[in-house]
């Protein structure tokens, strides 16, 4: 008996074979065309408010890889290295690169962008980026972000690279805490690392020191401040304390700011401390309230 043919599958097959033939066929031509065509124009979009970097910089990196561009056959210029040359520079944090068949080379370059500048015990000057990569200060351009120095042990090699220290990436993620809140970015202006290897934070309204600690529990810690700040400053004074300490979870502990008794400190009198806390604690949620 003869076997009934499937039509269906002989369809879809030869559908297959001829997309296959289009492709090849669209392949060859534009290979062909790539042949032809020669460089044209080449557009650089650098997008972003900083300017590590500027388009004749790119120029430069360009003409140093592949020598003078326009009037080229698109086959002689090895893009992929242009990308590879592009990425290789410390302030440029990705890079594409590639041709339309009327000779134009697009180039798009998305550069780094520092969220906190660091100068370490050793007086190196660096800045540590969204990534939480080591970037080098740019001769250029300065970048408008927060500054952190002090006891600082973190070495910067001069090239782009990650961070080795806890303190570094303490630095950082506090650093980037800091960009993404409206209030913090706007009333914190720097970062301090004492001797006990503290992190401390300087407001710009007031006139104490805020005692960190590490980045543990950063947001728990962060959130009581916020609520000391409500609830506590306006009825004590922004100058009263000289130092404001959250280092411990669920707990500010501050210390007065009066010539005659900068040695008293808020934590050793509980009936001191106990009304501050307890402005605190009215802001926490209940879950935190029952694991103090």
């Given at each position: 008996m003869f076997k009934r043919i499937n039509w269906r599958s002989v369809l879809k097959g030869f559908a297959?074979?001829?997309?296959?033939?289009?492709?090849?066929?669209?392949?060859?031509?534009?290979?062909?065309?790539?042949d032809t065509v020669t460089c044209t124009n080449i557009k650089i979009l650098i997008p972003g408010a900083d300017n590590f970097i500027e388009r004749e910089e790119v120029d430069a990196i360009l003409k140093q890889s592949q020598g003078v561009l326009i009037g080229k056959k698109l086959?002689?210029?090895?893009?992929?290295?242009?990308?590879?040359?592009?990425?290789?520079n410390p302030y440029i944090a990705f890079a594409t690169v590639y041709a339309d068949m009327n000779g134009v080379i697009h180039i798009n370059v998305k550069q780094r962008q520092p969220i906190l500048r660091v100068i370490n015990a050793s007086d190196q000057d660096f800045y540590i980026d969204r990534n939480g990569l080591k970037m080098p200060i740019s001769p250029n351009f300065t970048a408008s972000v927060l500054v952190a120095n002090g006891k600082i042990m973190e070495h910067f090699s001069g090239k782009v690279d990650t961070l080795i220290?806890?303190?570094?990436?303490?630095l950082y993620k506090t650093a980037f805490y800091i960009e993404q809140d409206t209030l913090w970015n706007e009333q914190i202006e720097q970062l301090i690392v004492d001797d006990k290897n503290d992190i401390q934070l300087v407001?710009?309204?007031?006139?104490q020191r805020i005692i960190l600690g590490t980045a543990d529990s950063l947001e728990v810690k962060m959130r009581n401040l916020h609520a000391f700040?409500?609830?506590?400053?306006?009825?004590?004074?922004w100058d009263t304390y000289k130092t404001i300490n959250i280092k411990y979870t669920n707990?500010?502990?501050?210390?007065?700011?009066k010539i005659d008794s900068l040695s008293e400190v808020a934590?050793?009198?509980s009936l001191k401390r106990k009304p501050i806390d307890t402005m605190v604690r009215e802001e926490m949620p209940e879950e935190l309230k029952d694991d103090n």
């Open positions: 297959w074979i001829v997309s296959l033939a289009g492709i090849i066929v669209l392949m060859s031509f534009v290979s062909i065309k790539k086959e002689q210029i090895n893009l992929e290295e242009i990308e590879q040359k592009l990425k290789a220290t806890k303190l570094a990436k303490d407001p710009r309204v007031g006139n700040y409500d609830k506590a400053m306006p009825k004590v004074g707990q500010v502990v501050c210390e007065k700011n934590r050793l009198d």
